[in-house]
């Protein structure tokens, strides 16, 4: 391989999931830091896009959304690849796919987990890691493993994961400005809920639970309550605000994720199942209490500090179904009054601030 100053052009397989791809942010502020004077190119989906709009540590991004006819899309990305003249590929996606385009891109070195068969396609192969840990040091295995193939060594695990995801200040006001059309008016708390969760029924706290926890922020702490999630979950923030005895700002739906982010950067709190969202707000350095009920935090929840797991798991948590064939136990044991409390803990401390 190239030493790392000849290293000119390096192209990254994104994860395509919101969460994961937050999750990605310390292995690529890692590899920013590796190959300071390289180009990067992040490779991601056009969902995803959005959470990287003022990312500092990448240099340009490539979308690749498939069509309906996969090799029509396959074949433009090598092309697009092989234009570009990539020196080294870091595949953080598992899939056989990205590994395939690498390869027929002819992108001299290709690294990355050998998963879904995909082995014979690298010239790097990173050991699978053995022990459970947080899916944030999964990403920044790759980067280590590639630091160790161009210098011998890695310095990764001696630095801290830096999760922070920048948002122009530019982009803060068009959000601000947005719910202050709204209703929201300046300086007011903003407590933000997620009702949703796009590929789980099981993961969704009940409607009702999140409305009466929204009207008991509204009435008790004077705060704004705004719904947000992604266009396939508007339903479920329709069905919160018209039980709801209050009226919340309801963003679901109304946003891109470039601007759902530039909310997010606004709140005071989020408050949410384990979703997208959750793991952005903690990006963002904004306090969460994520409901966690089929789905297992150890290696998931949002990272960092500020992000406060709730959760009650009965023995057959946490069993990672979509939908629950039972009574939901996991989530009903969660009640408005715990989170309400929860939630004045976590914004009296930022008031002491």
Same mark, same amino acid.
Request: neutral net charge; contains cysteine.
């Given at each position: 391989?190239? +030493?790392?100053?000849?290293?000119?052009?390096?192209?990254?397989?994104?994860?395509?999931?919101?969460?994961?791809?937050?999750?990605?942010?310390?292995?690529? #502020?890692?590899?920013?830091?590796?190959?300071? &004077?390289?180009?990067?190119?992040?490779?991601?989906?056009?969902?995803?896009?959005?959470?990287?709009?003022?990312?500092?540590?990448?240099?340009?991004?490539?979308?690749?959304?498939?069509?309906?006819? !996969?090799?029509?899309?396959?074949?433009?990305?090598?092309?697009?690849?092989?234009?570009?003249? *990539?020196?080294?590929?870091?595949?953080?996606?598992?899939? *056989?796919?990205?590994?395939?385009?690498?390869?027929?891109?002819?992108?001299?070195?290709?690294?990355?987990?050998?998963?879904?068969?995909?082995? !014979?396609?690298?010239?790097?192969?990173?050991?699978?890691?053995?022990?459970?840990?947080? =899916?944030?040091?999964?990403?920044?295995?790759?980067?280590?493993?590639? =630091?160790?193939?161009?210098?011998?060594?890695?310095?990764? @695990?001696?630095? /801290?994961? #830096?999760?922070?995801?920048?948002?122009?200040?530019?982009?803060?006001?068009?959000?601000?400005?947005?719910?202050?059309?709204?209703?929201?008016?300046?300086?007011?708390?903003?407590?933000?809920?997620?009702?949703?969760?796009?590929?789980?029924?099981?993961?969704?706290? +009940?409607?009702?639970?999140?409305?009466?926890?929204? @009207?008991?922020?509204?009435?008790?702490?004077?705060?704004?309550?705004?719904?947000?999630?992604?266009?396939?979950?508007?339903?479920?923030?329709?069905?919160?605000?018209?039980?709801?005895?209050?009226? +919340?700002?309801?963003?679901?739906?109304?946003?891109?994720?470039?601007?759902?982010?530039?909310?997010?950067?606004?709140?005071?709190?989020?408050?949410?199942?384990?979703?997208?969202?959750?793991?952005?707000?903690?990006?963002?350095?904004? /306090?969460?209490? %994520?409901? *966690?009920? /089929?789905? &297992?935090?150890?290696?998931? #929840?949002?990272?960092?500090?500020?992000?406060? %797991?709730?959760?009650?798991?009965?023995?057959?948590? +946490?069993?990672?179904?979509? &939908?629950?064939?039972?009574?939901? #136990?996991?989530?009903?044991?969660?009640?408005?009054?715990?989170? *309400?409390?929860?939630?004045?803990?976590?914004?009296?401390?930022?008031?002491?601030?």
């Amino acid at each position: 391989m190239k +030493p790392a100053s000849e290293l000119k052009r390096i192209v990254v397989r994104g994860t395509n999931w919101v969460g994961d791809a937050i999750m990605t942010i310390p292995a690529l #502020r890692e590899l920013r830091r590796i190959v300071p &004077d390289a180009h990067i190119t992040l490779v991601t989906r056009s969902w995803t896009q959005g959470i990287f709009a003022d990312a500092d540590f990448l240099d340009d991004i490539l979308v690749y959304d498939r069509e309906r006819r !996969f090799l029509v899309s396959t074949r433009q990305q090598i092309a697009e690849w092989k234009r570009r003249k *990539f020196d080294a590929a870091i595949l953080l996606q598992n899939a *056989f796919e990205a590994a395939i385009i690498a390869r027929l891109a002819k992108v001299p070195v290709r690294v990355g987990y050998p998963t879904d068969g995909r082995g !014979f396609l690298l010239t790097e192969k990173v050991p699978l890691p053995t022990e459970a840990k947080h =899916e944030v040091y999964y990403y920044l295995n790759i980067v280590a493993e590639f =630091e160790r193939i161009l210098r011998g060594s890695s310095s990764v @695990d001696d630095h /801290p994961p #830096r999760m922070e995801l920048p948002v122009s200040a530019e982009r803060l006001g068009e959000a601000a400005s947005v719910m202050s059309s709204q209703g929201v008016a300046e300086g007011q708390r903003i407590v933000a809920l997620c009702p949703g969760s796009t590929n789980s029924r099981a993961k969704r706290w +009940p409607v009702g639970r999140f409305a009466a926890l929204g @009207d008991r922020l509204i009435a008790e702490m004077g705060a704004a309550v705004v719904l947000v999630g992604a266009a396939d979950e508007l339903p479920i923030s329709q069905e919160v605000a018209a039980i709801m005895r209050h009226k +919340p700002v309801v963003l679901t739906g109304a946003t891109n994720l470039a601007q759902a982010v530039a909310v997010l950067g606004n709140i005071d709190l989020l408050v949410t199942n384990d979703t997208g969202p959750a793991h952005i707000a903690a990006a963002l350095g904004r /306090p969460v209490l %994520v409901i *966690f009920g /089929p789905t &297992d935090p150890t290696t998931t #929840r949002p990272f960092g500090d500020l992000a406060v %797991v709730i959760r009650h798991p009965p023995d057959c948590a +946490p069993c990672m179904l979509r &939908d629950c064939p039972i009574d939901h #136990r996991c989530m009903t044991a969660i009640s408005p009054d715990e989170i *309400f409390d929860q939630a004045m803990k976590v914004l009296s401390k930022r008031d002491e601030k």
